[in-house]
């Protein structure tokens, strides 16, 4: 069984209900989907990866990742997308290396995700759909701004990947932008 986008999204919001979290999923889901393309990969599995990622944050923080394992193995999900979404956590809360590009690009975007969104929301436009990589850079560079995101694995992702963290930064800028009005990140909140 290849699980679909809407059993991905069912499972999800029966887990979550924080707005801001289902934001995150569709975030990375989005940038997913971008890096597959760009990679010539399958483009509905990465999508379908990314949106499930976080499936038990919100009701077993404590237990990130473990829960995540349990909920898709009784659903009966593939043993090779539970170990790309165990990845994700490497060094953090399981011990599941990223090994495929999928995972190495998963692990590498989960964070950048955020820092991409905090950046965004902290310009005069409130827009993703006219930032660049050098904003976030600049704003990388800054430990107290988004001082949760932990830019050490966005480092060590870009190297897993062999890429250029500024190429990293702008693929996920415009995975995110694809979908910009469901992240609210098409300049809306701009004052």
Not at 29 to 56: C, P, Q, S
Request: proline content about 3%; overall charge negative; glycine content about 4%.
């Amino acid at each position: 069984m290849q699980p679909t986008r809407e059993q991905a999204l069912d499972l999800l919001k029966k887990y979550n209900q924080t707005p801001g979290l289902i934001k995150h999923a569709l975030a990375v889901e989005a940038t997913m989907r971008h890096f597959a393309r760009y990679f010539n990969e399958d483009e509905e599995k990465w999508g379908v990866i990314g949106l499930i990622h976080d499936l038990d944050y919100e009701q077993y923080p404590e237990q990130h990742c473990t829960m995540t394992k349990q909920i898709l193995e009784e659903n009966n999900w593939p043993a090779d997308y539970i170990r790309a979404v165990l990845s994700h956590g490497w060094q953090i809360c399981t011990d599941i290396k990223p090994e495929t590009l999928l995972e190495k690009t998963l692990y590498t975007i989960d964070e950048l995700t955020g820092l991409v969104t905090t950046s965004a929301l902290v310009r005069p436009s409130k827009s993703i759909l006219d930032m660049k990589a050098k904003s976030v850079k600049k704003k990388w560079k800054d430990k107290r701004f988004a001082a949760k995101i932990d830019r050490s694995i966005i480092e060590r992702g870009a190297e897993m990947l062999d890429m250029e963290l500024s190429q990293i930064i702008t693929l996920t800028i415009e995975g995110m932008a694809t979908i910009a009005d469901q992240l609210e990140l098409d300049g809306r909140l701009a004052d």
